[in-house]
Structures are given as structure tokens and as C-alpha cells.
């Protein structure tokens, strides 16, 4: 089966996609994520390179990438304060969507490129079977295409 044209993402509240739904401009993915920057290759330093981000993809109805909204806010070196500075971003964020409701939403492949990291819902080929797989936050859409992911 091919990969569909659209793809359904089942809202899982206190999980990976707990923060997800639509608002009066169509649809939203929110995360708060970790990610090394491309071509990173584990030193021992790793927590300064490991970085945290606030991030807020917004699509329209029809499931086509509107913006994405992405900000660093430190390193795993300092953890505590990166994680509460995305959380509270993304919280200001969310709160700011007119007519927000967390439920499953159907998004479109997209790629966006920041400060080094690739986000997105990339189309992909894994042991010749296509996939759809959405970054940094390595969560995998395959068959039955159900919005079920794998991690």
C-alpha cells in the first residue's frame, strides 16, 4: 500500500502527540523536543550538544505546512531550565491559537530546516517498505495508515 496522500496522526493526550489538534486556521503539531544538530558525531561533550526546541507546525485544512514556529532554548547541559523554557514557549504559543481543540489531526509531508535540525514528516524507505517518519521526533506512520506511530 502506498503512502496516502494525507496523513491521519491520532491524538494521544500525555504522550508524543499530545499536543495536536486543530484551531480556526486548520491544524497544529506542538512538541517539545531534543535534537542534535546534522552531522553530529558523539564527543563526550554530547549534553552541550544535544539541543532542546519549542516547536509549532501549523497546516491548514486541507493538511498542507502553513509555518513552523521553532525556538532553541538551551542544551542538555542545562536540562531542567531548557525543557521548562520550550514548555512554557509552547504553552504561550498554543494559548495564542484562536478556537484550539486537542484531537487527531491530517497533515501532508513537509520539511523545515532549523539551526541545523531537520523537522518535518518525511517520506522514507526502510527495508523497502515506505514509511512516513516525523522529525527530530522520530515517531513512524506506517500501514494501515490509522494515524497510529511507532517510536
Given at each position: 500500500?502506498?503512502?496516502?496522500?494525507?496523513?491521519?496522526?491520532?491524538?494521544?493526550?500525555?504522550?508524543?502527540?499530545?499536543?495536536?489538534?486543530?484551531?480556526?486556521?486548520?491544524?497544529?503539531?506542538?512538541?517539545?523536543?531534543?535534537?542534535?544538530?546534522?552531522?553530529?558525531?558523539?564527543?563526550?561533550?554530547?549534553?552541550?550538544?544535544?539541543?532542546?526546541?519549542?516547536?509549532?507546525?501549523?497546516?491548514?485544512?486541507?493538511?498542507?505546512?502553513?509555518?513552523?514556529?521553532?525556538?532553541?532554548?538551551?542544551?542538555?547541559?542545562?536540562?531542567?531550565?531548557?525543557?521548562?523554557?520550550?514548555?512554557?514557549?509552547?504553552k504561550?504559543?498554543?494559548?495564542?491559537?484562536?478556537?484550539?481543540?486537542?484531537?487527531?489531526?491530517?497533515?501532508?509531508?513537509?520539511?523545515?530546516?532549523?539551526?541545523?535540525?531537520?523537522?518535518?514528516?518525511?517520506?522514507?524507505?526502510?527495508?523497502?517498505?515506505?514509511?512516513?517518519?516525523?522529525?527530530?521526533?522520530?515517531?513512524?506512520?506506517?500501514?494501515?495508515?490509522d494515524?497510529?506511530?511507532?517510536?
Amino acid at each position: 500500500m502506498a503512502v496516502p496522500e494525507i496523513i491521519p496522526i491520532v491524538y494521544e493526550p500525555d504522550y508524543h502527540t499530545g499536543t495536536i489538534g486543530h484551531w480556526e486556521g486548520g491544524q497544529f503539531f506542538g512538541s517539545v523536543i531534543a535534537a542534535f544538530r546534522e552531522g553530529y558525531t558523539r564527543t563526550d561533550d554530547w549534553r552541550t550538544h544535544k539541543r532542546w526546541y519549542a516547536v509549532l507546525h501549523t497546516f491548514d485544512a486541507a493538511g498542507h505546512h502553513l509555518d513552523s514556529r521553532i525556538e532553541h532554548t538551551g542544551a542538555e547541559d542545562d536540562h531542567r531550565a531548557s525543557v521548562d523554557l520550550a514548555r512554557e514557549r509552547l504553552k504561550h504559543w498554543l494559548d495564542a491559537l484562536p478556537g484550539l481543540r486537542f484531537d487527531d489531526i491530517a497533515i501532508r509531508p513537509f520539511q523545515h530546516t532549523f539551526d541545523g535540525v531537520l523537522f518535518g514528516l518525511v517520506i522514507e524507505t526502510f527495508e523497502g517498505e515506505e514509511h512516513a517518519e516525523f522529525y527530530p521526533n522520530n515517531i513512524g506512520f506506517y500501514e494501515p495508515w490509522d494515524g497510529m506511530y511507532d517510536t
